[in-house]
């Protein structure tokens, strides 16, 4: 999918809208649902051209859609295992024939499962950790190549990387390991003036959060005041992304609604 939309004028408003990312092509994983189609709107709202990458290629589509609807100057979706190097590059490839080289790189797409260690097999743990820290990897190889202006990458972690439950070591360690991928990429981009951080969200309100039979079975207890919603971690993204978070650089930004404090 790949749709232009045409410049309109905006009607004159007495707080002027933000526009920070005009101009840019901004490149979202998972993009499709979720936190990934909060921020996939927050950038469109802003003026960025999209580029909308998901497992599901229909999640893709109408995540670029949508997009089209908030304001993005034009949008463009695949369907993308970002665990397959060879479709990483070729979807990249394509999308770059667009729009050129994304000008930032949210990696977004995640997978997590719920077994116990002893349950746990080979091929659970890399299924979980091609999808949560192989994808960050090749995205972030493909930009350190590419991006020949500079950049900006925002891995979206979790806070089961510092502080986690039963259940879930697949998917905390793969997101530990991500935190561990921002810093040394950050330290590596720095000659390409490349900056690459990462987010940490907590307990979000999506199938994800809802489904986890953790918390289904009450083992792991949700206070509804610390449940937040994808707009606000889009928010996150989408400063560090900005020319305002220019001296924010290997960090790790925790947003949780104050949840790890206690946990």
Excluded at 172 to 184: G, I
């Amino acid at each position: 999918m790949n749709q232009t939309l045409n410049s309109k004028d905006e009607p004159s408003s007495p707080v002027p809208s933000r526009r920070r990312f005009k101009g840019k092509t901004v490149l979202i994983t998972g993009g499709g649902k979720g936190i990934g189609l909060a921020t996939t709107l927050k950038f469109a709202s802003e003026g960025a051209r999209v580029m909308v990458f998901d497992h599901k290629l229909e999640n893709a589509e109408k995540g670029a859609h949508t997009a089209l609807e908030a304001g993005a100057t034009a949008a463009y979706s695949a369907g993308v295992d970002v665990g397959d190097e060879d479709a990483v590059v070729a979807a990249l490839a394509r999308g770059a024939r667009e729009f050129g080289f994304p000008d930032v790189i949210v990696n977004n797409a995640g997978a997590m499962g719920s077994k116990s260690i002893t349950d746990l097999t080979v091929d659970d743990w890399l299924s979980t950790l091609r999808v949560d820290l192989l994808g960050a990897f090749l995205f972030t190889r493909e930009a350190f190549k590419q991006m020949q202006n500079g950049g900006v990458i925002v891995n979206v972690a979790s806070i089961h990387a510092i502080e986690t439950t039963s259940n879930v070591a697949a998917y905390a360690a793969a997101k530990a390991a991500m935190l561990s991928l921002t810093r040394t990429a950050s330290i590596e981009g720095k000659d390409l003036n490349i900056r690459v951080n990462a987010v940490l969200p907590g307990a979000i309100d999506t199938p994800m959060l809802r489904e986890n039979p953790n918390v289904k079975s009450g083992n792991e207890k949700i206070d509804e005041r610390e449940v937040g919603q994808t707009a606000d971690i889009a928010e996150v993204i989408a400063f560090l992304a900005s020319d305002e978070a220019r001296f924010v650089n290997g960090a790790s930004i925790v947003a949780d609604g104050g949840r790890i404090v206690r946990l």
